[in-house]
């Protein structure tokens, strides 16, 4: 008897085993209006991101990478849809702008209508589900109207922290959404920053993860104005104006964030089966007015070699910095000059989990270009 129930106990181990995750997980690390000259690794001379030059060093960088739009709202509902700019439900941050208007969610300011993502909508989330992952999105969603049911809690993500607009406007808050119900920030959580208290719910979710393959989106709030920090660092003696020296560190602050992310995926010994992703949601803010924004415009030329910037239909407002880091497929301080857009995202992450990409998916996988198998991929037309 006893062998018996010695045999059947290396039987289920063996079976375990061979059902232990070998996908790798997906970390989609995203910043919000972040320029695309506003990195070390892209040219950037005044602001400090070592962690990101790091991540760029040991990955690939993209040097023609577009978001969804030059805007937060359609951009994301891009990414989450891998549809096409024009074929999306989403087609700006308030109604009025287009998209699908959904009275229900209607605020008495009507120029203040927020557009919500219907669930006729398929999302990423929803998709990795199906291949088998666990889904996670921490910080800002931006595509909810006002209504809980287009929370990401109900539009394929196994959990939720965060806030559903953006919330840049103080470096603290009090509330933030854990999966459909708003609740206090834990007290451990309450010095810090808004990106800080997504960056350790971020830490936590890696380490409690260990054992199955997952999708993780983080989404941070800045560098998006009005440029609100509390300590200047290493910038508040330089001869700049109080916004420049603000808006750098808080690049500076979103880097440091990025690397305890990488530092959690090293020593909880993820790493080497992680691939992490890191871009901008669109381009960066450009003003040549008023007085005090031209200066922080000229010190830093966030969009720089491009012309405009957010909002813009032009390079500046929708090509954006992007990294992607996998471990024994990328070749470390490579780039590459393939256009690529949001859309990729949903049939890349797809291909990666062994998915089927469904007809209706407007991207194309780039794993060819992060494997180095191939230097271009066919044209075709993005906008």
């Avoid at 995750?21 to 989609?28: A, V």
């Avoid at 690397?259 to 089966?273: P, V």
Wanted: aromatic share 12%; hydrophobic share 35%; glycine share 8%.
């Amino acid at each position: 008897m006893k062998i018996k129930w010695i045999i059947l106990f290396f039987l289920a181990s063996n079976l375990l085993m061979a059902q232990a995750p070998d996908q790798p997980n997906i970390i989609f690390i995203m910043a919000d209006d972040l320029g695309y000259h506003d990195l070390g690794c892209y040219g950037q001379e005044l602001i400090k991101t070592p962690n990101l030059d790091k991540l760029a060093s040991q990955g690939l960088r993209f040097t023609q990478f577009y978001a969804g739009a030059p805007v937060c709202a359609p951009s994301r509902a891009v990414l989450q849809t891998g549809l096409h700019t024009g074929h999306t439900t989403v087609r700006g941050n308030q109604c009025r702008a287009g998209g699908l208007m959904q009275p229900q969610a209607i605020r008495s300011i009507p120029s203040s209508m927020r557009i919500g993502i219907p669930a006729t909508d398929t999302t990423i989330g929803v998709l990795m589900q199906k291949a088998g992952y666990k889904t996670a999105i921490i910080g800002k969603w931006h595509l909810s109207g006002y209504m809980v049911e287009n929370t990401p809690y109900y539009r394929g993500y196994d959990e939720f922290f965060g806030s559903t607009l953006a919330d840049p406007l103080s470096s603290k808050s009090g509330w933030m959404y854990h999966n459909d119900t708003v609740k206090a920030i834990p007290d451990e959580f309450k010095a810090e920053s808004r990106d800080g208290i997504w960056t350790n719910i971020a830490v936590d979710y890696i380490r409690r993860h260990r054992n199955e393959p997952f999708m993780l989106m983080v989404n941070y709030s800045t560098p998006h104005k009005p440029f609100n920090i509390r300590d200047q660092g290493n910038y508040k003696n330089e001869p700049w104006n109080d916004m420049s020296k603000n808006y750098a560190a808080l690049v500076t602050r979103l880097d440091h964030h990025v690397g305890m992310i990488m530092d959690a995926l090293q020593k909880s010994g993820m790493e080497d089966n992680t691939i992490l992703f890191f871009c901008s949601d669109n381009g960066g803010e450009y003003r040549e007015y008023p007085e005090d924004w031209a200066e922080w415009t000229r010190t830093f030329q966030s969009n720089k070699p491009l012309r405009g910037g957010k909002a813009d239909i032009y390079e500046g407002g929708i090509r954006v910095p992007m990294i992607a880091r996998w471990p024994g497929n990328t070749e470390p301080g490579s780039t590459s000059s393939q256009p690529l857009y949001f859309p990729d995202i949903m049939t890349t992450f797809l291909d990666i989990a062994e998915s089927r990409i469904p007809e209706w998916c407007d991207g194309i996988s780039m794993i060819e270009i992060l494997t180095g198998e191939k230097e271009r991929l066919d044209d075709r037309f993005m906008y």
